[in-house]
């Protein structure tokens, strides 16, 4: 009995796990320092993120890494992709961005988007010093 491994399936579950252990470590935040959560919608249409109740938008987005970079570049990407076209002209690909499609240029964007790693490593305290008054200065 042999066969190969259905891809969509393992990516499928490794997404559900991977949504199953936000929410756990949330509740366990959540529970733990006394806070609550709340959704926010991101992308009409979407499922909505969970945020932790009372915090800043402003604040969410600088912890987000670079989110709007991020969404110009897969937009650029995108159109790439549906533009595209061969030696001969014809379209390379089909004129939309499957889901799967838009998975993998959304990873290209991130990595394209990602700041240059630090040649320095910087210790926990001055990192949370960092955060903080990075904190400070965007409330």
Do not use: F
Not at 58 to 84: F, K
Not at 96 to 124: D, F, G, W
């Amino acid at each position: 009995m042999g066969g190969a491994i259905h891809s969509e399936v393992v990516w499928e579950s490794t997404v559900a796990a991977s949504s199953l252990c936000n929410e756990i470590v949330a509740a366990g935040v959540c529970e733990g320092w006394g806070l609550a959560t709340e959704p926010r919608v991101v992308t009409a249409g979407r499922r909505p993120v969970v945020d932790i109740a009372g915090v800043p938008h402003e604040l969410i987005r600088w912890t987000a890494g670079g989110g709007e970079q991020i969404a110009a570049c897969l937009a650029d990407l995108e159109h790439e992709y549906v533009t595209g076209v061969d030696d001969e002209g014809e379209l390379k690909y089909l004129p939309a961005v499957s889901e799967r499609a838009r998975v993998e240029l959304m990873r290209i964007a991130a990595y394209k988007t990602r700041p240059p790693r630090q040649k320095r490593a910087r210790s926990l305290a001055q990192l949370r010093a960092d955060w903080k008054q990075c904190a400070i200065d965007i409330s």
